[in-house]
Nanobody, 124 residues
Framework: QVRLVESGGGLVQAGGSLRLSCAESGRTFSFYAMGWFRQAPGKEREFVAGISGSGGGTYYADSVKGRFTISRDNAKKSVYLQMNSLKPEDTAIYSC?????????????????WGQGTQVTVSS
């Protein structure tokens, strides 16, 4: 059974940085694309960033491009989201997810397994 566990959320002031981690267990990690999604209160879940199975391809939402960086360490079966220049509008619950297949996809419907989420709060 695939299990994803996120860590690294917290409270930070605007302009600050956080690094989220997501560890997977249960299957061959390097075969599959990973994504980070977020959901703020009263809003729909939105795609933040994705990375291909090999790590050679990445894709970002326009709202985070240039500020966030997704990476993965297949030996550690982990994916990371480095978030810099954080803004109050980045406040949300951030979840990592994995899909069948190695290609990135921004649609949350394509992702089969999800972590429990970690809260990120950015104060102004």
């Amino acid at each position: 059974q695939v299990r994803l566990v996120e860590s690294g959320g917290g409270l930070v002031q605007a302009g600050g940085s956080l690094r989220l981690s997501c560890a997977e267990s249960g299957r061959t990690f390097s075969f599959y694309a990973m994504g980070w999604f977020r959901q703020a209160p009263g809003k729909e879940r939105e795609f933040v960033a994705g990375i291909s199975g090999s790590g050679g391809g990445t894709y970002y939402a326009d709202s985070v491009k240039g500020r966030f960086t997704i990476s993965r360490d297949n030996a550690k079966k982990s994916v990371y989201l480095q978030m810099n220049s954080l803004k109050p509008e980045d406040t949300a619950i951030y979840s990592c997810a994995t899909k069948r297949g190695s290609q990135i996809d921004p649609s949350y419907l394509r992702y089969a397994y999800w972590g429990q989420g970690t809260q990120v709060t950015v104060s102004s």
